[in-house]
């Protein structure tokens, strides 16, 4: 089946505009989390959904950033009044429910703020 | 708080030169170990979760081992598609962590 995909793939923007990334995770998976990943380093966990759960925020970094989730499906990631170092690849994963959840990753949004 | 360290940071290899990866981890009770692939662009693909000490995994030429403190990524015989970045991460078994902790990867280059 179709794996997880994210759109734009690539964005450019102002410093100081607002930017939407969506990501559409597998069919039937439940949990959605997005990471962030600077050039050169590892993945920055930044929020998880586990159904109609509250979501876990513990990892963005500002209240610049926000995500939503329409029940199991859809998620969009939104950041305010974007910042030069905000520049990174945004990633997005789903997994199921099941003790062993290992997460499927998309292929990113290359986020670029001039 | 959980870390993960991965050594070396990059790696030339010779076709058919076999070596690993390593990844020493500090983690609070740990749920799952897990090893990816990156290719530039792309995002992470998934090879192996590895969830006890002593549990070993393989896939082609690849073969993850864990320890109390680190796994081990060895390649046999590396052919030149084999060349990417290798990441690995842990999750906590602490109730409610979901998250992956990543370390930074290890860039290996297999040479024809």
């Known amino acids: 089946g179709a794996g997880v995909s994210q759109s734009p793939s690539n964005k450019v923007t102002e410093k100081g505009k607002d930017v939407e990334l969506r990501c559409d995770p597998i069919?039937?998976?439940?949990?959605l989390y997005w990471y962030r990943q600077r050039l050169g380093q590892g993945l920055e966990f930044l929020i998880y959904?586990?159904?109609?759960?509250?979501?876990?925020k513990s990892g963005l970094p500002s209240d610049r950033f926000s995500a939503e989730r329409t029940g199991e499906s859809v998620s969009t990631l939104t950041i305010q009044r974007t910042q030069q170092e905000d520049s990174a690849v945004y990633l997005c994963?789903?997994?199921?429910?099941?003790?062993?959840?290992?997460?499927?990753f998309g292929p990113g949004t290359r986020l670029t703020v001039l | 708080e959980d870390q993960v360290t991965q050594s070396p940071e990059a790696l030339r290899l010779q076709e058919g030169e076999s070596s690993s990866l390593n990844c020493s981890y500090t983690?609070?009770?740990?749920?799952?170990l897990f090893w990816y692939r990156q290719d530039p662009g792309k995002g992470p693909e998934f090879l192996f979760t590895?969830?006890?000490a002593g549990e070993e995994k393989e896939k082609e030429r690849l073969k993850a081992t864990l320890t109390k403190k680190e796994s081990f990524l060895h390649i046999t015989a590396p052919k030149p598609e084999d060349s990417a970045t290798y990441l690995c991460?842990?999750?906590?078994?602490?109730?409610?962590?979901?998250?992956?902790?990543f370390g930074q990867g290890t860039r290996l280059t297999i040479n024809p």
């Open positions: 994963a789903s997994s199921t429910r099941t003790r062993k959840d290992t997460q499927y």
């Open positions: 069919s039937g998976h439940t949990a």
């Open positions: 959904f586990q159904g109609n759960s509250a979501p876990d």
């Open positions: 983690v609070s009770g740990l749920r799952g």
């Open positions: 590895l969830y006890s």
């Open positions: 991460a842990v999750q906590s078994g602490i109730q409610g962590a979901q998250k992956l902790v």
